[in-house]
């Protein structure tokens, strides 16, 4: 019989230490969104490929794991279509979309929903890049307001602060923008609608080439000289305490619905009485965000120090109203789950017990059935009072058996023959 | 855009109320293992499909999901091995050996694992038979003594206990055997080992046809009379207090390792010492458990008035060697966890809050920002004291909006207008 000891190219076995980090971290984020109001929700692993294969999922609809039909077989003239009509999702987005779709007469408006859950990429595998891995997706679902950027960004903070400080880490920053006002300034600048996807593919490298390196690349695209000087100054403007409806006003401001620097300023404002001092809240007019789909407010939260996003999201009022035909308003937030994991794991996460004491019974499978009765009497009293207990047999090696529970965090460890009184 | 909303075949979303149920349960089978000495481990959903297909899956090999090498398209001549090299996992069992193949240095021995994860079966899908569902295993793997037996029983007793008291359930049967106690029963009688298999698939069927129906479907199967005699004469001493021991020596013990019904007196005193007393302990020769890997105690746990289990296992110490080419006793218990979640669903089971306040502000989108800030400063406030709070903003159709804010939970709800008091 032939058998694979190693699990599947690319994924990942979880043992008992790594898996005490991911469930404490999952928690702390499960309590922290409750306390804000959001509730979990859950779709299938699999996926319709039609759904998939949308156009909403971007570069991800080319690393789809194709899963058969049952028990299909390959048979002549066959098409790849007839032998997959499923596929595992790549994202947490696309059934969101479909969820809503499905379900929304029976669920609440707004929609607060949080999904914790595995995605598959059919990747290249390399380091910290997984072909299963978890992502946590946090949506509010028809509320146009901007309470829910609000909501959204003041309870991500929170999460993270409550994580991190466990390592000593309580300095982040939120980065926000918008789809809006990205566009007035680059209407502004003198580019058209149809060159702003591109400029923008441009600026977000600012923090890989810097401002010189999109200006030379903007030039070297052979865009209007004047655009690019009078774009490129623009960001000249940029200050950390930066307020948007005075730098909106100063620049873009005529290419700009109203409401919109207004509304920046309140959100920075109204997050910034929820959250924990040391998290900097920033208005950053060079956050572009990749995917196509934003409407609005757009945001990315790094840590001090890193350079690269942890959390990142935005709003999104027309993709889900594609589904239904009916608008509907979404704003969402997507943490780097297991970013996050690899980060406690460097910075040496260490797990608390909460006080629980952790006690073991290596017991001499000679002893006597009345002795065997003893510890299991004596280690359900233990476990009643709260106490975490393992009994088992008394290994010959009794000195790896020790240590082994010792590295899991057992502080009484008792040999238990016969004769022993506990 | 061809777009499907309703999931994939046989496969559920999980609206918020559900969640919660679910969440809740696997919260106190965690909590409950957990204090046990258990750890949880997780392996990826996909596995090699040589594993897979290792015929330790029985029919579920049937049932396998395939999933397509990335890219690989339908090409003319191609094998179905050539286009699909992997699959969904039809149980945790085969993940689990794969894994102690794979980290056995890493892990503490004996490893007390607690797996909770999803598993795919291409099966017709029909009412409480799904194609993806949630299963719990807890296996205790490098402990070959009883000890293993008693700490599994006992803690899923104790876990199913916790769980169905809030329903106000709190009888339960364990019905315990052994698989060397079943051959030296049909030994005892005459039949020979060829012949216990077949014997054993029919003795199984003992709770739909009786034991005048087992008896006449072995007369028929042509056995002989005497022996079919003299094993249901067997089966009529039956008590439901009846010792192991007492019921061997007046009846298949010299076919019998001397230490089994020793053993068994000793399991079952030691785990009812650490039980709840409304959970019945009984010896059943009747049970048979239908995987052919079980090699000594097999075990099932039923909720008193429903007449099929929603808990069972049993020790297989053949079964992580083959893997191994060493020997590696193992004991296990797989939980029902969808149905656990049936019969509380159908029995009514309702949310306890634990004592938290779900206070709701729904505010008028026309309030100056000012206003807008005021609530979450409050929001924030009550958060930190405990409450789960929502801000949102007040809707056209307020009195929807109320009631299902009220459905979810929340009790005070407050409209919020720019000269509202707070």
Request: hydrophobic share 35%.
């Amino acid at each position: 019989m032939k058998f694979i000891s190693t699990p599947v190219k690319g994924m990942n076995d979880f043992l008992p230490e790594e898996m005490r980090l991911r469930e404490h971290v999952l928690d702390l984020i499960k309590q922290t969104y409750a306390t804000y109001g959001f509730s979990q929700i859950e779709t299938p692993a699999m996926e319709h490929i039609e759904n998939l294969t949308g156009k909403q999922g971007g570069e991800n609809e080319k690393l789809i794991f194709r899963v058969m039909k049952r028990g299909r077989e390959l048979e002549k003239g066959m098409e790849t279509g007839e032998l997959a009509d499923s596929g595992l999702r790549y994202d947490l987005t696309v059934p969101l979309c479909r969820y809503y779709a499905n379900h929304k007469n029976d669920l609440p408006t707004p929609l607060k929903a949080l999904q914790m859950g595995n995605v598959w990429r059919a990747d290249k595998p390399q380091k910290g890049r997984f072909r299963q891995f978890t992502q946590c997706d946090i949506d509010i679902i028809g509320d146009g307001s901007i309470m829910a950027e609000i909501e959204l960004i003041a309870a991500t903070a929170k999460m993270l602060t409550r994580i991190f400080s466990e390592v000593g880490i309580r300095e982040f920053t939120v980065h926000l923008n918008d789809r809006r006002i990205l566009k007035a300034m680059a209407a502004y600048a003198g580019f058209t609608p149809e060159q702003y996807d591109d400029v923008f593919i441009l600026l977000d490298k600012m923090d890989k080439i810097g401002l010189e390196g999109v200006k030379e690349s903007l030039l070297d695209k052979e865009y209007a000289p004047e655009a690019v000087e009078k774009y490129i100054s623009l960001f000249r403007e940029i200050t950390p305490d930066l307020k948007c409806r005075e730098f909106c006003g100063k620049t873009c401001a005529a290419y700009l619905e109203e409401k919109v620097p207004g509304n920046m300023d309140t959100i920075m404002n109204s997050v910034a009485c929820m959250i924990d001092p040391s998290v900097r809240l920033v208005f950053d007019p060079t956050l572009v965000r990749g995917m196509s789909y934003y409407t609005g407010t757009i945001f990315e939260i790094s840590i001090d120090g890193y350079n690269f996003s942890i959390a990142g999201g935005g709003r999104y009022d027309e993709m889900i109203g594609r589904f239904l035909n009916q608008p509907v308003p979404a704003c969402g937030f997507s943490i780097g789950f297991e970013r996050i994991i690899t980060i406690l794991k460097d910075l040496g996460w260490k797990e608390e017990d909460g006080g629980k004491k952790r006690i073991a019974f290596l017991v001499d499978e000679k002893s006597a059935s009345e002795k065997l009765l003893e510890v299991f009497k004596k280690a359900t009293l233990l476990r009643d009072e709260g106490s975490i207990v393992t009994v088992q047999p008394l290994k010959k090696n009794a000195k790896f058996q020790i240590e082994t529970l010792e590295k899991n965090g057992y502080t009484e460890i008792k040999k238990v023959y016969s004769d022993t009184e506990l």
